[in-house]
Each structure stands twice: as structure tokens, then as C-alpha cells.
Nanobody
Framework: VQLQASGGGLVQPGGSLRLTCAASGFTFDDYAIGWFRQAPGKEREGVSCIGSSGEKTYYRDSVKGRFTISRDNPKNTANLQMNRVKTEDTAVYYC????????????????????????????WGHGTQVTVSS
């Protein structure tokens, strides 16, 4: 199982960034996909989640109206479009394949790391750093 997040980098406040999650080694459309972030000294928090078919999307309040999640099941990819970014969006961003409800993803945090997630009953990917700074 592999999930690789990419697309991070340095962006100015108010700018945009598009993250991509490329997945392999499992049946992609059996899982919801969650995007999480972890800032230094904080737990990993779910910021957005999309259902297995892509019909339903969920967002943490702090990113509603600014971030948009999407997925392309035939390509085994998911994206997180980040607009009007703020300095507090600075974090390492991870994608995960999850088998819990998307509402659980965006309402909780975790101290988990590694490749498997017990809390979200799925798999963690490698992260990508997003830094918002002028």
C-alpha cells in the first residue's frame, strides 16, 4: 500500500496551492480519502474528506470555503485545492485512505504516525510540507 502526497511548497498568504495524493496497492474506491495536517507540536488533524464515490465532501470549519477536495477513481488520485491560504495553514499535509465516516475525519485529531491507522481504519501516506509565509 502506498499513498504519496505531493505539491507542497512555500506560498504567500492569500495564495493558492494544489496538493495531490497518488495511491497504489489497494482498491482505491473502497475507501474514503482524508487530508490531514500536522503543525509542529500539535496533533494531526483532519481538514477534509471525500467519500469513496466522490459524491460527498467534508471540511473542518477552519478551511471551509477555502479548500476543495476532489478525487479521480480511475486514476487512483485525490487532490486538495487550497485557496486564500493563511499562515496558520502551515503544516505537513498527509493523505490517508480511511474506512470511518468522513465526519469523524474532520472532527478529530490523532497522535498516530506510521503507515497504518487504527483510529481511521486505513493507511497513512507520506506527507508534503506546506509553508505559508511572506
Amino acid at each position: 500500500v502506498q499513498l504519496q502526497a505531493s505539491g507542497g511548497g512555500l506560498v504567500q498568504p492569500g495564495g493558492s496551492l494544489r496538493l495531490t495524493c497518488a495511491a497504489s496497492g489497494f482498491t482505491f474506491d473502497d475507501y474514503a480519502i482524508g487530508w490531514f495536517r500536522q503543525a509542529p507540536g500539535k496533533e494531526r488533524e483532519g481538514v477534509s474528506c471525500i467519500g469513496s464515490s466522490g459524491e460527498k465532501t467534508y471540511y473542518r470549519d477552519s478551511v471551509k470555503g477555502r479548500f476543495t477536495i476532489s478525487r479521480d477513481n480511475p486514476k487512483n488520485t485525490a487532490n486538495l485545492q487550497m485557496n486564500r491560504v493563511k499562515t496558520e495553514d502551515t503544516a505537513v499535509y498527509y493523505c490517508a485512505a480511511v474506512a470511518v465516516s468522513c465526519s469523524t475525519v474532520v472532527e478529530t485529531t490523532t497522535s498516530e504516525s506510521g503507515s497504518r491507522s487504527e483510529k481511521y481504519r486505513g493507511y497513512w501516506g507520506h506527507g508534503t510540507q506546506v509553508t505559508v509565509s511572506s
